[in-house]
C-alpha cells in the first residue's frame, strides 16, 4: 500500500490474525504491483537477500526460504494435533498450564508456545517423528 506521497506506509489491516493462533494469513509482497497480497496461511519462514547492482534501491530484494524450518514447522504441527506423542506426564501438565487462558495472567504468543513446542519436539517426540529430511543430532541439555 501507498502513502499519499508514494511512501510504502504501514498495512491498514492487520487484524487479520489473532497472536495467540496459529496465523491463518499473512502479507506477501508483490513486486508486479510494488503493493502486498493478502495470503493464506502461514508465511514460510526465510529471510531476504538485499537488492544487489542497478536494483539494490528499487527492489525489496530477494526470498530465500529455508526449508528445514519450514519442514520442522510442519511436523511440530502434526504432532501438536496428534496431542503431542511421547512427551512425559510433567511436559503435557506444563503445555497445558502454557495454554490455559484462565490460568495465565499474561498469556503467551502463538509464536512463542509454537518456539517452545517445537523444543520440546527435538528433545522428547519419538524418533519415527524425526525421521526423513530432518538431520537429527540427539539434543543434549
Not at 547492482?53 to 526449508?67: A, E
Not at 506444563?94 to 499474561?106: N, Q, V, Y
Request: charged content about 25%; proline content about 7%; aromatic content about 10%.
Amino acid at each position: 500500500m501507498e502513502g499519499r506521497d508514494g511512501s510504502l506506509c504501514c498495512l491498514s489491516d492487520s487484524s487479520h490474525t489473532a497472536p495467540y493462533e496459529e496465523p491463518k494469513e499473512h502479507w506477501n509482497y508483490n513486486p508486479n504491483t510494488q503493493g502486498f497480497d493478502r495470503v493464506t496461511g502461514r508465511r514460510s519462514a526465510g529471510y531476504v537477500v538485499a537488492g544487489q547492482g542497478g536494483n539494490q534501491y528499487n527492489g525489496l530484494g530477494d526470498w530465500r526460504p529455508i526449508p528445514l524450518v519450514n519442514e520442522i514447522r510442519t511436523r511440530v504441527k502434526a504432532w501438536r494435533e496428534n496431542n503431542y506423542p511421547g512427551i512425559t506426564g510433567v511436559t503435557r501438565k506444563l503445555i497445558g498450564h502454557w495454554r490455559a487462558k484462565d490460568i495465565c495472567r499474561f498469556p503467551f504468543f502463538f509464536c512463542q508456545i509454537d518456539a517452545m513446542e517445537t523444543i520440546i519436539w527435538l528433545a522428547e517426540a519419538p524418533e519415527a517423528e524425526k525421521t526423513g529430511k530432518i538431520p537429527h543430532q540427539p539434543l543434549r541439555l
